[in-house]
């Protein structure tokens, strides 16, 4: 099967039945098991698959946890997977960034190494960052380096990212404040 999908599926054929776009055909080779070709008759069958679904753990932290206009701050980002055996996939991290912070550009690093940058919101604030296939029991490290400018608020600052992917099941909302002074 496809990266974070398992075969057989798991899912009984009266509930595959009732999923729109049939109707399906599922036999014996639908679930991997012995089936019988006739000579002459074309022989089609549906093949089931199950989506795998990881929970992944999300954590951030930040240099600094008071700054001023004008400073720098490195934010890091760590996601875990603690499955044993499945991984996940086209996995993206969705951070916001305060008012007024701003992404230094090229900073962006993906385990020591330059990570790529999908997009940023038309305000700035939204970042997009891909990071690629997240294997079984492993965890992968995002870092990137902000600029406080004039335009931030003066008291606590709170930085969020989630993440998505194929595989992800379930995942925690993480985030890191500073003092901005």
Same mark, same amino acid.
């Given at each position: 099967? @496809?990266?974070? &999908? #398992?075969?057989? %599926?798991?899912? !009984?054929?009266?509930?595959?039945?009732?999923? @729109?776009?049939?109707?399906?055909?599922?036999? @014996?080779?639908?679930? =991997?098991?012995?089936?019988?070709? %006739?000579?002459?008759? @074309?022989?089609?069958?549906?093949?089931?698959?199950?989506?795998?679904?990881? /929970?992944?753990?999300?954590?951030?932290? *930040? +240099?600094?946890?008071?700054?001023?206009? =004008?400073?720098?701050? #490195? &934010? #890091?980002?760590?996601?875990?997977?603690?499955?044993?055996?499945?991984?996940? +996939?086209?996995?993206?991290?969705? !951070?916001?960034?305060?008012?007024?912070?701003?992404?230094? /550009?090229? +900073?962006?690093?993906?385990?020591?190494?330059?990570?790529?940058?999908? %997009?940023?919101? =038309?305000?700035?604030?939204?970042?997009?960052?891909? *990071?690629?296939?997240?294997? *079984?029991?492993?965890?992968?490290?995002?870092? &990137?380096?902000?600029?406080?400018?004039?335009?931030?608020?003066?008291?606590?600052?709170?930085?969020?990212?989630?993440?998505?992917?194929? =595989?992800?099941?379930?995942?925690?909302? *993480?985030?890191? !404040?500073?003092?901005?002074?």
């Amino acid at each position: 099967p @496809p990266v974070s &999908y #398992q075969f057989p %599926s798991l899912v !009984d054929d009266t509930t595959i039945a009732a999923l @729109p776009n049939g109707p399906y055909q599922l036999g @014996p080779a639908s679930r =991997g098991a012995e089936f019988t070709v %006739s000579v002459g008759i @074309p022989t089609a069958f549906d093949v089931p698959l199950d989506p795998v679904q990881v /929970e992944v753990f999300v954590g951030k932290q *930040a +240099s600094k946890d008071t700054i001023s206009m =004008g400073e720098f701050v #490195q &934010y #890091q980002v760590t996601v875990s997977n603690a499955d044993g055996q499945e991984e996940v +996939s086209d996995l993206r991290l969705h !951070d916001t960034l305060p008012v007024g912070f701003r992404l230094v /550009e090229d +900073s962006v690093m993906l385990n020591n190494q330059p990570a790529t940058l999908v %997009s940023v919101g =038309g305000d700035g604030r939204h970042l997009v960052i891909e *990071a690629g296939q997240l294997p *079984a029991a492993s965890v992968t490290v995002v870092s &990137y380096v902000v600029e406080v400018t004039a335009g931030a608020q003066t008291g606590p600052a709170r930085n969020l990212v989630e993440v998505s992917g194929i =595989g992800v099941g379930s995942s925690n909302t *993480a985030f890191a !404040d500073v003092l901005v002074r």
